[in-house]
């Protein structure tokens, strides 16, 4: 059972509780700076906003959270199923000794007012969700914050105009409570939602803990700890997994250059490992794991070697990135495959039906050109090459794509004259970049 030591009601008014408590929902306000432009916002945004500004002391700041999924500052929602909205916002006064402070207010009679503020102990506010991780069919408000060296997850409900901490100060490194389309997750399959925390002690053994809200308090379910070491869990996803499957799934670092996936699912309330062994996923390179395609299924990434590379020492190769699902028993099942250059400018993504029957030329040069060529005939399906201006200035308009350019050089792609208009190559969404994985 997980209970707070901070005291569980806050009434309206000002309160100092561990973590922060912010709002999302229907209605969005993001950047103040968008806020100020009419055609971007509508008049109700703006009175909110407006309002939210004179609530807010005046040398204070509104402040967002780290988390890339949702950075909007004000948020609003029917937190207590009463029909009546609640907006909530974070803010901060540097000057002060508690930084971080958040406010909610409750739109009245075609305006808002401030039922509570409280303070929020942490130096940043790493994330915050609403949705229902009690299952009584209200939103509640699921926070993250950094303090020192640690982060800490709490949730509130707001009911009445009181403001309840069910759930204080869990410590974490990674948190999933929601899959890639924002929704809470039910990994147990008994129509509750339940969530993940996934927290590393110092010597790198992680330890993995399934929780759900049972008779009036969160209680931990089942918890796995890794017989294994990992430096970082840098990524964290909860989703399908393999066809009709939820679950969640695991990027970690083993050290500085390599990394693996964990996939997870829960049978009969305990935490089952997909794969038998790390080395199922493992590879020399940091790697994103998602939903590649847009079937709704989460991959992850190895890193393989084309045809003819296998005796160039590491550092001298090119590389398929190869993304896979976890098959629903022991092995997996191909999905796509890219080709990216090493400074990470582009990733390429190759025709899924070229796997395993094209290679990289070996007398292609680095962020110069390369050749893709069918294994069997030598037959060239495609090229990237790296242009100046001036040479772009003379190749543009034919047979050459534009993929990127740098502060010098144009980079491009074509494809044979077989293979034109079948959409033999595409530029990633940049799922993997590494500027991602690195904020």
């Not at 790493?126 to 299952?135: A, L, P, Q, R, W």
């Not at 997850?153 to 707001?158: G, I, M, P, R, V």
């Not at 929601?178 to 927290?199: E, R, T, Y």
């Not at 991959?299 to 001298?316: A, M, R």
């Amino acid at each position: 059972m997980l209970n707070s030591r901070w005291g569980r009601c806050v009434a309206a008014g000002s309160m100092a509780v561990l973590l922060g408590a912010v709002l999302s929902g229907c209605t969005v306000i993001s950047d103040p700076k968008l806020l100020m432009k009419p055609p971007m916002m509508s008049t109700d945004k703006e009175k909110l906003y407006n309002i939210v500004q004179k609530e807010t002391p005046p040398e204070s700041k509104l402040i967002r959270p780290k988390d890339m999924s949702n950075t909007s500052m004000i948020r609003v929602e029917d937190l207590n199923g009463d029909g009546i909205r609640e907006a909530s916002v974070f803010y901060e006064t540097p000057n002060e000794n508690v930084r971080i402070h958040g406010m909610i207010l409750e739109e009245q009679g075609g305006s808002w007012v401030k039922k509570l503020t409280f303070d929020v102990p942490g130096n940043e506010l790493e994330s915050f969700k609403v949705m229902d991780i009690t299952n009584d069919g209200n939103p509640d408000i699921v926070v993250g914050v950094s303090l020192q060296d640690q982060k800490a997850l709490t949730a509130y409900s707001y009911k009445g105009g009181v403001l309840e901490q069910v759930l204080g100060g869990v410590p974490y490194n990674q948190v999933i409570i929601d899959d890639m389309q924002g929704d809470a997750l039910d990994l147990s399959g008994d129509g509750k939602s339940d969530f993940v925390v996934v927290s590393l002690n110092a010597s790198g053994f992680a330890t993995i803990a399934l929780y759900q809200y049972q008779d009036d308090s969160f209680k931990e379910i089942d918890k796995v700890v890794t017989d294994y070491t990992v430096k970082e869990v840098y990524n964290a996803l909860g989703g399908e997994i393999t066809d009709g499957k939820m679950g969640i799934v695991l990027d970690a670092d083993l050290d500085d250059r390599s990394s693996f996936t964990q996939i997870m699912y829960v049978q009969d309330n305990k935490l089952v490992s997909a794969f038998k062994s790390p080395d199922q996923t493992y590879r020399d390179d940091k790697i994103l794991s998602g939903d590649v395609n847009n079937d709704g299924i989460i991959e992850f990434g190895l890193k393989e070697t084309p045809k003819g590379w296998e005796h160039y020492v590491f550092d001298s190769r090119m590389w398929f990135y190869t993304f896979y699902q976890w098959d629903g028993k022991e092995g997996k099942k191909f999905v796509s495959f890219q080709f990216r250059d090493d400074a990470d400018l582009f990733h390429l993504n190759l025709k899924p039906e070229w796997y395993g029957k094209i290679t990289i030329d070996t007398k292609s040069e680095k962020e110069k050109y390369i050749r893709f060529k069918m294994i069997k005939t030598d037959e060239t399906v495609a090229e990237v090459k790296y242009f100046t201006f001036s040479q772009w200035d003379l190749e543009k308009g034919k047979s050459w794509k534009e993929i990127t350019r740098t502060k010098d050089r144009v980079i491009a792609s074509r494809v044979a004259q077989a293979e034109a208009g079948k959409d033999a190559l595409s530029k990633t969404s940049q799922l993997n970049r590494k500027e991602e994985l690195n904020e």
